[in-house]
């Protein structure tokens, strides 16, 4: 797997459009900040988690709805 380039203003202006937000340069900004730090760490977690040392951990975190747990941990 390839690293990805850091995100760039083209990067920052296409998932705006994308997602219909008419960012200002000074947003546009802060957003090309962000995803320069967490598009290549992200990739880093990625390539991390792909190994096969790797391919028996699961989540900490396990996600349930209110409505499936008992009464009293709800």
Not at 26 to 42: F, G, N, T, Y
Not at 47 to 55: L, V
Request: hydrophobic share 55%; proline share 8%; aromatic share 4%.
């Amino acid at each position: 797997m390839n690293a990805s380039p850091p995100a760039d203003a083209v990067d920052v202006g296409a998932l705006a459009r994308c997602a219909a937000l008419d960012l200002s340069p000074e947003r546009r900004a802060a957003v090309q900040a962000v995803l320069s730090a967490w598009i290549p760490a992200a990739n880093e977690l990625s390539r991390k988690m792909s190994d096969a040392a790797y391919s028996a951990l699961m989540p900490v975190t396990a996600f349930a709805h209110a409505h499936e747990l008992p009464e009293d941990a709800a």
